[in-house]
């Protein structure tokens, strides 16, 4: 009877199952309230832990013996997370980071040094993967502390705040390989830093960022010690967790397309989505908190 039942990890009492499944009996809602529900939403990945605080999702990359290299493995738990999270409406905000080494060291080298051409361009080799994460509608902050070079730096790149620890390491090392970024590098560094910085640490594959530059340079928001990183990186998920998701949500869409259209074009689309807002019950709740000098209480609708 109970096959095919979903709960998430202790999100749902027993009390809510029973009545979810009109369970009557005395007898089965007590045989109920001894199971504990295990997920079968969250599944056990191998290189990635995922946890939650309050609204925020906390995704770490483990894979510590390769300084976090992004294998297919890797960037499959990644992308199966964030759309995990994407879909989950009790997560407000996504915080993405590695270990206090590395964010990530890059693709992984010796997993892709023998592909072909032929292969890579059929089966569309990092398309797929550097996709899905564009596409996340949720905020995601990374707080990057150690290596963010190659593929780790344009992971970075791809969220939408970047906090970095004094000790972290930007740089775009692939001409060394005999290769060039695959995931944006060329683009979204370009747009980061400008022209000229972009090509020093393109074109050379040695000129790195520390992370008190790539601040400097617009790279990241804010620098804290190593130690503290994590810690103020929830922080911030957790502030704009709190704030109404359709607004975040439709904020995230309109500053992204600054990067997409013309500016008359772009205002267009932020003024639509402003107008849109007051279809909310959101944009109701947070003006009328301020009128009466209360906190709102956001519904996230
Ligand atoms: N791939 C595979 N393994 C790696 C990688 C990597 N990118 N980086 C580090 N490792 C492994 C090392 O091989 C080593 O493994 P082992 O212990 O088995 O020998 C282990 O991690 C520890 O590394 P090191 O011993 O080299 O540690 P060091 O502290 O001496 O050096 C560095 C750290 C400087 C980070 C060094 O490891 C390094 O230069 N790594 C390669 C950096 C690089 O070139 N990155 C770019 C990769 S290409 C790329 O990212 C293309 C992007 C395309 C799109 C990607 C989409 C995500």
């Not at 990186?233 to 998701?245: P, V």
Request: charged share 20%.
């Amino acid at each position: 009877m109970f096959r095919s039942l979903v709960v998430k990890p202790f999100s749902r009492s027993a009390a809510t199952v029973s009545a979810t499944l009109g369970v009557k009996s005395a007898a089965a809602r007590h045989q109920l309230n001894s199971i504990r529900f295990v997920s079968t939403e969250a599944p056990a990945y191998g290189m990635i832990k995922t946890e939650t605080q309050g609204r925020v999702a906390i995704i770490t990359l483990n894979r510590p013996k390769a300084l976090n290299a992004l294998c297919s493995e890797l960037f499959h738990e990644i992308n199966d997370a964030l759309a995990r999270f994407d879909n989950d409406a009790n997560i407000g905000a996504v915080v993405l980071t590695g270990s206090e080494r590395a964010f990530a060291a890059g693709a992984d080298i010796k997993e892709m040094k023998d592909a072909e051409f032929i292969n890579n361009y059929k089966s569309n080799f990092l398309g797929h993967w550097a996709e899905q994460i564009s596409k996340m509608r949720k905020p995601i902050v990374a707080a990057v502390n150690g290596f963010a070079l190659g593929g780790g730096c344009e992971l970075a790149m791809m969220c939408d705040i970047i906090y970095a620890g004094e000790k972290a390491v930007f740089g775009q090392p692939e001409i060394n390989l005999g290769t060039i970024p695959g995931a944006g590098g060329t683009q979204r560094l370009t747009h980061a830093v400008g022209k000229s910085k972009a090509m020093e640490m393109i074109l050379t594959g040695s000129v790195n960022l520390n992370a008190e530059e790539a601040k400097a340079y617009g790279l990241v928001s804010a620098v804290f010690p190593p130690e503290k990183l994590l810690e103020e990186t929830i922080k911030t998920a957790t502030r704009i967790a709190s704030k109404g998701a359709v607004s975040v949500q439709m904020a995230k869409e309109a500053v992204n397309q600054a990067y997409e259209l013309s500016l008359s074009s772009g205002l267009h689309f932020e003024r639509r989505l402003f107008q849109a807002t007051f279809a909310t019950k959101d944009q109701k709740e947070g003006m009328s908190a301020f009128a009466e000098k209360r906190k709102p209480a956001f519904v996230h609708e």
